[in-house]
């Protein structure tokens, strides 16, 4: 119907390697400009010295005790942040409360830098591991849901720069020169406003509400 404006979802914001929430302050007052809702969490620790996927349930948590069982959220994760956010959404369950997700500078494929530190979540976004031929091989859930992937080819973290390439969903190029700018830059914050303010096809919706019962149901029972 014409004249209903969709509700907005509250967004999360994932930081990257070696950052903390802080490095979303420019985009934070951006999308709080275009009446989005804005919640952001530090993952410890930010040196990849843990696995991602234990970062991955300290989004869990966070989610979780952040919002209401049956609240629906937008999640957004930069460069490290993305694959973190990936594993909670495709092996914690995020699947059944994201809608929209979106990546920025993440390294899907795998980074060369992250041969420079041994830390365990480097070692787990090196191109060709365990950790992301795993998530990769499930890489057909995320049709379920609205996902982007915004990236740089001019990246000097994401080497090569095409890891932040998807085969699904939405691939944005916006051709800043730094992966810090990816956060700063005008084009990079309008596509992420862009793609937070997608409209969901009605069907999406319908799959969203189903899987929120079935959770809330599962809750429950347990």
Not at 163 to 179: F, Y
Request: hydrophobic content about 40%; some cysteine.
């Amino acid at each position: 119907m014409t004249g209903i404006k969709e509700q907005k979802n509250p967004v999360v914001l994932v930081h990257g390697i070696f950052d903390t929430g802080r490095v979303f302050d420019r985009m934070i007052p951006y999308l709080k400009q275009r009446d989005f809702t804005l919640y952001d969490l530090d993952l410890v620790p930010n040196t990849g010295g843990i696995g991602l996927d234990d970062l991955a349930k300290q989004v869990a948590h966070y989610i979780e005790t952040t919002f209401d069982p049956e609240q629906l959220i937008d999640l957004v994760g930069f460069s490290m942040g993305g694959i973190v956010s990936r594993y909670y959404v495709q092996k914690l369950g995020g699947i059944n409360r994201v809608q929209r997700f979106i990546t920025i500078s993440s390294p899907h494929q795998g980074t060369w830098v992250a041969f420079c530190n041994q830390g365990v979540g480097c070692i787990q976004m090196r191109p060709d591991s365990a950790f992301l031929r795993d998530l990769n091989r499930d890489v057909a859930m995320l049709k379920q849901l609205d996902f982007t992937s915004i990236w740089t080819p001019y990246d000097l973290m994401i080497v090569p720069a095409n890891s932040s390439q998807m085969p699904v969903g939405r691939n944005v190029i916006v051709p800043v020169l730094t992966h810090a700018w990816m956060l700063t830059d005008i084009r990079s914050l309008a596509s992420v406003a862009e793609a937070l303010a997608t409209p969901l096809q009605s069907d999406r919706q319908f799959v969203y509400t189903q899987h929120s019962q079935k959770s809330l149901q599962n809750n429950g029972n347990t």
